[in-house]
């Protein structure tokens, strides 16, 4: 089992930027792809951006060319840089190794992110 621990949340308007971090409590097996999740009120998780072990990246539509998904292997740490952040964009953000139709591993406690209009 490995420990998730999301942060870098916060308030910001409209516009702004913010970066998130991820770190695992342990070395997160280089096979495993790492994925950025988040959560509105009401709504379901949506799995957002995702990294492979080689670095290759995919993104859901609505943050394509705002939102960058990268991975330090030595640090056990995921990172996703957000720019030009939208109201819409308002969620508490989760990382975790996709499984399925969900997380391979626990959930962390995730990191909120407010973005003002």
């Known amino acids: 089992q490995v420990q998730l621990v999301e942060s870098g949340g916060g308030l910001v308007q409209s516009g702004g930027s ?29 799995l957002v951006a995702t990294i492979t072990s080689g670095g290759t990246t995919n993104y859901v539509d609505s943050v394509k060319g705002r939102f960058t998904i990268s991975r330090d292997n030595a640090k056990n740490t995921v990172y996703l840089q957000m720019n030009s952040l939208k109201p819409e964009d308002t969620a508490v953000y989760y990382c975790n190794a996709p499984s399925g139709d969900g997380g391979r591993w626990s959930w962390g406690q995730g990191t909120q992110v407010t973005v003002s209009s």
């Open 18 to 46: 913010l970066r998130l971090s991820c770190a695992a409590s342990r070395s997160i097996p280089t096979i495993y792809a790492m994925g950025w999740y988040r959560q509105s009120p009401g709504k379901q998780r949506e």
